[in-house]
């Protein structure tokens, strides 16, 4: 498997590592095929990337070229201050130029089930295919439960094999999600994981260097098929994986604004 566990000192850098990261492969599917699909998480941890993004990035990032896409909503309307939209539209969209037919948004206030097959019609007419879809670029977040998208622990979903898009009741939260399944994340180019806070350290202990228990956690069934699978991660989430599996650790002493442009 393809992997990279990259561990920096805290929340700013993991946003600014996944920053470059979005340019670097933004500019090279587009330069190589010359469209880019880029599918964004909700959630607290990305918001910081979005910002970098939208600040630091306006120039350097082919904003007009890319589309945007979501790996999940909840079923609220995009005002909602849970939307995942909102999120990404407050703080990119109202502050650079994606044109409107690049703005690919799971339509959280409609009836779940219509809606899930409807983005899946939208995302198979993007892709001009029957298959799997092949996102260049997939961010995703890891809740303390181990869950990634709105796919959860214990779930049905889990076992989805042929749907790209399901719609999820989850209970916890009573609440409809809107959710990409484990195949079309797992058929992702660039799979990126940000996980920030020492409250994730148990989970991501389990899932990047437990046995068994891995497959307990949605998280741990990421494994792209072809692609890169890339956790950029702060050292607090960190703490309790055993160095072994860290392919890059860049702890506070090293500094680490030598690593970004
Ligand atoms: C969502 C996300 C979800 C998120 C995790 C982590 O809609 O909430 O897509 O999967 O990534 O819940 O959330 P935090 O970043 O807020 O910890």
Not at 117 to 124: C, D, G, K, T, V
Not at 151 to 178: A, C, H, M, N, T
């Amino acid at each position: 498997m393809n992997r990279e566990i990259i561990v920096l000192p805290d929340h700013e850098c993991v946003s600014r590592k996944a920053a470059s990261l979005f340019e670097d492969v933004t500019v090279s599917s587009l330069k190589g095929k010359g469209k880019c699909s880029v599918a964004l998480s909700g959630g607290s941890t990305p918001k910081r990337l979005f910002s970098i993004l939208a600040s630091e990035y306006r120039d350097s990032v082919a904003w007009s070229d890319i589309d945007l896409f979501w790996v999940d909503e909840r079923c609220v309307p995009p005002d909602h201050v849970e939307s995942n939209f909102r999120i990404v539209s407050e703080a990119v969209l109202s502050r650079v130029a994606v044109p409107e037919g690049r703005v690919h948004r799971i339509r959280g206030e409609a009836e779940p089930h219509g809606e899930a097959l409807r983005y899946e019609r939208e995302i198979m007419e993007w892709f001009h295919m029957g298959g799997l879809p092949c996102f260049d670029l997939i961010i995703l977040g890891m809740g303390a439960d181990g869950h990634t998208a709105s796919l959860f622990p214990g779930s049905d979903s889990l076992l989805e094999g042929d749907r790209l898009v399901l719609p999820v009741y989850e209970e916890k939260v009573k609440q409809w999600r809107i959710s990409l399944t484990l195949p079309v994340i797992n058929n992702g180019r660039s799979v990126v994981f940000l996980v920030s806070g020492k409250e994730k350290a148990p989970v991501l202990h389990d899932v990047l260097e437990g046995r068994e228990e891995t497959s307990r956690y949605p998280a741990g069934l990421i494994h792209p098929s072809q692609g890169k699978l890339i956790w950029i991660v702060d050292e607090p989430a960190a703490s309790k994986l055993r160095k072994s599996g860290v392919t890059h650790f860049i702890g506070a002493a090293k500094g680490y604004n030598r690593l970004f442009h």
